[in-house]
């Protein structure tokens, strides 16, 4: 019985990674976004930056990710709330599958969670 409870509650934390990647995306410094979920105490946002972010100083893109990474998680429940923000040197072909950036980035993302600062480049 205790095993069916604690499914019935993992089931109810599924996070629907597009809306809170819309929320991300209005940052015109974020070309793509993919949420990570699985396999991780909170979820973690891989971003890559536009064109125009990726000839900014670091500091000024550090910014505005802070400011949306705030206003972006404010009135989601606890376990949909980006915990990082990893942006990824490279980015992803429209047509990738989720599965297989998560493959690729699942493992950086356990190392990132462990860091106070929540905008890490990789």
């Known amino acids: ?41 909170q979820p973690v946002l891989l971003v890559v930056l536009s064109e125009v972010a990726s000839k900014l100083e670091h500091k000024e893109v550090i910014k505005s990710l802070r400011k949306t990474f705030t206003s972006a998680n404010k009135n989601l429940v606890q376990f949909e709330k980006v915990s990082h923000i990893i942006v990824v040197k490279e980015a992803w072909a429209t047509n990738t599958d989720r599965e297989a950036i998560h493959e690729k980035y699942t493992d950086l993302a356990k190392q990132v969670i462990t860091r106070p600062e929540p905008i890490v480049w990789e």
């Open 1 to 41: 019985m205790e095993d069916t409870m604690a499914l019935k509650i993992e089931a109810t934390n599924d996070v629907n990674p597009v809306p809170i990647e819309e929320r991300f995306l209005k940052n015109s410094y974020i070309k793509q976004a993919n949420l990570i979920s699985i396999s991780l105490p």
